[in-house]
């Protein structure tokens, strides 16, 4: 009977040292879980840019079987953000564009309402605004275009603009306004961390018809207006594409950096009415550089 008294009296022991453990591994494999639940980001991603939406651990319903609305959600579940292209031209209807500076010295109404019937949301910002552009204007934008800067841009403005363009958006950059020299050494301080500057020697004006047709922007390309602008210069160490050339130096440069590309052109009068009234190929220029720069596709392809 004693035997049987302390074997039993063992197992009671036993017993209760391990009720007493359980819970603590309870709590520890409780917290792990939690730590480990995969956290959604479909809503808004933390780079700049444009939302490539859910990520892959993510659980999405969808709620359309198209896209129609832009409301910054992946409502048919295809893996994109606000991909709506209700003329279906190919240019995403949702696009935030950023214009900075001025426009050149000529009339370009024609360009700015072609950008508003694409269903891009476009805005301004003239130089002269007060204070330095910051990270937070750039919030829901997707392509930010340099116009003519009437000033050059301060270290701030540019590690933002940098730092947009490697996070995934999109720059686009035009020169040649009045030969000053200015107008190719301002947007050169943007541009030099990206992947290419501008020189400041005027090149002929001739129109661009030496394409290379093997680069998306280049596709069905014949003649377009350049009338004393810059050659483009590629910076070494950078993924970069000359696209076309005037007299076999750069004026246009393709480049891809982070998760943006960034597209450089020599000259400002592809944004004028009076090109867009008499050059098909102009506008056909601006939808490839579209398709090519915003790496959301919407739509049918337009290259």
């Known amino acids: 009977m004693k035997r049987l008294f302390v074997l039993v009296a063992l197992l009671s022991a036993c017993s209760s040292a391990s009720d007493a453990t359980e819970p603590s591994t309870t709590a520890d494999s409780s917290v792990a879980d939690t730590a480990k639940a995969p956290i959604d980001t479909a809503v808004e991603d933390t780079g700049g840019g444009f939302d490539l939406g859910p990520s892959e651990a ?19 579940c295809n893996g994109a953000v606000d991909d709506v292209d209700v003329g279906k031209d190919g240019i995403c209807d949702c ?15 024609t360009f700015e309402a072609w950008l508003k019937a694409k269903g891009t949301t476009t805005t301004r910002r ?10 937070a204007e750039l919030a829901g934008i997707d392509i930010v275009i340099l116009d003519r800067l009437s000033r050059d841009y301060d270290k701030s403005e540019v590690d933002v603009l940098q730092a947009f363009v490697k996070e995934g958006g999109a720059l686009i950059s035009m020169t040649g306004y ?9 947007p050169n301080g943007i541009l030099a961390g990206l992947g290419a500057t501008y020189d400041t020697t005027v090149r002929p004006n001739a129109p661009i018809t030496d394409w290379d047709k093997t680069h998306p922007i280049a596709k069905d390309m014949t003649s377009v207006t350049f009338a004393g602008g810059y ?5 070494t160490g950078f993924t970069t594409a000359v696209v076309a050339r005037s007299s076999g130096s750069p004026v246009a440069v393709a480049i891809e950096i982070g998760k943006g590309r960034v597209f450089v052109w020599g000259d400002e009068w592809i944004e004028y009415d009076s090109e867009w009234a008499t050059i098909p190929a102009i506008p056909k220029l601006w939808a490839n550089i579209f398709g090519w720069v915003v790496q959301r596709r919407c739509g049918v392809k337009i290259f």
Do not use: F, Q, Y
Request: glycine share 10%; hydrophobic share 35%.
């Open 58 to 76: 993510s659980t999405c319903v969808p709620t359309e079987t198209l896209e129609t609305k832009c409301n910054a959600i992946d409502d048919d």
């Open 95 to 109: 696009l935030g564009l950023k214009i900075l500076g001025t426009s050149g010295s000529l009339a370009a109404s």
């Open 126 to 135: 003239l130089d002269s605004a007060g204070g330095p552009l910051t990270a």
């Open 178 to 186: 009045d030969h000053s020299g200015a107008d190719a050494t301002r």
């Open 231 to 235: 050659a483009v210069t590629p910076i």
